[in-house]
């Protein structure tokens, strides 16, 4: 066995991934960090050791921490497990159960063999980003929240009972505050995401609400004669175009504003579409401010 001192130990698994990548970035200075994943990552910072593993396969995982034991001993301060499949199609896949529930169970089992301080497991697609500035927009953008539709059902009685670990925030208590949010600043909710969807809205509600009032009124003074079912209808056309019309004119102030601070037309055109430029931020930031 390889001796080292000094540093604690740190095993990061999925470390060539987007967080995985970031996270032995964040901790190599502090830490001996050693990274496991099936294909090597882009840039492997110095003083960081990548061993290749597939999470799927009993005997790559034993081999592997076999390897970590006789190079680095049997104590490790902890585990980051980021090792996960996720497929952004949204299609069915055998690798959801043989990688993330299987491959979770395959590591914690060959971990037994370990003196493990920490086991940090993290399995989630929506993280808000800490910022500096409050106000700034959110990270969460709508199409991550469209695309998190693979969900586990979770029982955290085990938890409680073992651990006395309790849930910190609950659904219950979150969502109203999370609605009430949305309707103290609904302007910013339109504005950072896709205003064409809003103004395609706005084209389709807005003329035909007016066509709908003006019909019935030219029936009233043309032919003579009112129709109470066509006022009726006539009344929520005019209600719904109230409703779109503070929509609509946000949508394309934020376009405007955009435009004015880029003078970019690929910059308006990607903010058009909901995708997300620091620029078309900025605006929808100042506008938030604006009408708080």
């Known amino acids: ?132 500035d409050e106000e700034r927009a959110p990270f969460i953008k709508p199409w991550m929240i469209d695309l998190a539709d693979q969900n586990y059902p979770v029982n955290i009685n085990r938890a409680r009972a073992q651990l006395g670990w309790q849930p910190r925030r609950t659904l219950r208590r979150t969502l109203p505050e999370m609605i009430e949010r949305l309707h103290r600043d609904p302007r910013q909710w339109y504005e950072i995401n896709r205003p064409w969807l809003v103004i395609l809205f706005g084209i389709d509600v807005i003329p035909l609400g007016i066509v709908s009032a003006v019909l019935v009124m030219l029936q009233a003074t043309v032919v003579g004669n009112w129709c109470f079912l066509c006022l009726v209808t006539a009344a929520i056309s005019l209600i719904l175009v109230y409703m779109a019309y503070d929509e609509v004119y946000s949508s394309l102030l934020y376009l405007y504003r955009t435009w004015k601070k880029s003078r970019d037309a690929r910059v308006v055109w990607a903010a058009l579409w909901g995708r997300p430029t620091s620029v078309a931020d900025q605006a929808a930031v100042e506008m938030a401010r604006k009408a708080a």
């Open 1 to 132: 066995m390889t001796s080292h001192t000094g540093k604690p130990l740190v095993l990061i698994t999925g470390s060539s991934g987007l967080i995985g990548a970031r996270v032995v970035q964040a901790l190599k200075s502090d830490y001996r960090v050693v990274g496991i994943d099936l294909k090597a990552p882009d840039r492997l910072p110095p003083g960081a050791e990548w061993i290749e593993c597939d999470l799927t396969d009993d005997h790559s995982v034993a081999s592997t921490l076999d390897h970590l034991r006789a190079r680095y001993g049997d104590r490790i301060a902890s585990v980051i497990h980021l090792a996960a499949y996720y497929d952004f199609s949204g299609e069915p896949s055998p690798l959801y159960r043989d990688l993330t529930v299987e491959g979770t169970r395959r590591l914690l089992r060959q971990l037994q063999e370990f003196h493990v301080a920490q086991f940090i497991f993290s399995s989630t697609l929506l993280v808000m980003k800490p910022s500096e």
